[in-house]
């Protein structure tokens, strides 16, 4: 048997201002699998990003990314989210790399950005301190990086 009404509502009328609070209105999701390198020692766009409208100026975006990060070499690298211009989270300092490691670097942030107007997020990379010859570049090895956004009711 399907399901047919919801609080007394049929499904087709269901709206996103009759869902309570925590409900998960949309999701998108933003992907990038292009090797890109990042020589910059200021926060620099990584080409992933990934745009949302929010349905209500009280809901909440929970922001999720995977960041397939990598340095051919030495040194330190630093990752930002952030909402038009707006940083969220940052990992500032807290990617060490020696011998050419690889690693998926996961960001999360519950963010309230008031709006109900289109709203990108991005991921920026930077670094801090190379070797001699390092390179640090987001998706070094297939599968790529993603961001996803979950709009909550508030």
């Given at each position: 048997m399907?399901?047919?009404?919801l609080?007394?509502q049929?499904?087709?009328a269901?709206?996103?201002?009759?869902?309570?609070?925590?409900?998960?209105?949309?999701?998108v999701?933003?992907?990038?699998?292009?090797?890109?390198?990042?020589?910059?020692t200021?926060?620099t766009d990584?080409?992933?990003s990934v745009?949302?409208?929010?349905?209500?100026t009280?809901?909440?975006?929970l922001?999720?990314?995977?960041?397939?990060?990598?340095?051919n070499?030495t040194?330190?690298?630093?990752?930002?989210?952030?909402?038009g211009?707006?940083q969220?989270?940052?990992?500032?300092?807290?990617?060490?790399?020696?011998?050419?490691t690889?690693?998926?670097v996961?960001l999360?942030?519950?963010?309230?950005?008031?709006?109900?107007?289109?709203?990108t997020?991005k991921v920026?990379?930077?670094?801090?301190?190379?070797?001699a010859?390092?390179t640090p570049?987001?998706?070094?090895q297939d599968?790529?990086?993603?961001i996803?956004?979950?709009e909550?009711?508030?």
């Amino acid at each position: 048997m399907a399901l047919t009404k919801l609080n007394n509502q049929s499904l087709s009328a269901v709206t996103a201002a009759g869902l309570p609070a925590g409900s998960v209105l949309q999701v998108v999701e933003g992907a990038y699998n292009t090797q890109t390198d990042i020589p910059s020692t200021s926060y620099t766009d990584s080409g992933l990003s990934v745009s949302i409208t929010p349905t209500s100026t009280s809901s909440k975006i929970l922001v999720i990314t995977n960041v397939h990060a990598y340095i051919n070499g030495t040194g330190l690298i630093g990752l930002n989210v952030v909402r038009g211009s707006t940083q969220i989270v940052e990992a500032s300092k807290a990617l060490g790399y020696q011998d050419n490691t690889s690693l998926m670097v996961a960001l999360t942030k519950l963010d309230e950005p008031s709006t109900t107007s289109a709203t990108t997020y991005k991921v920026q990379m930077k670094h801090y301190a190379l070797g001699a010859g390092s390179t640090p570049r987001i998706n070094q090895q297939d599968g790529g990086s993603r961001i996803t956004l979950m709009e909550i009711a508030g």
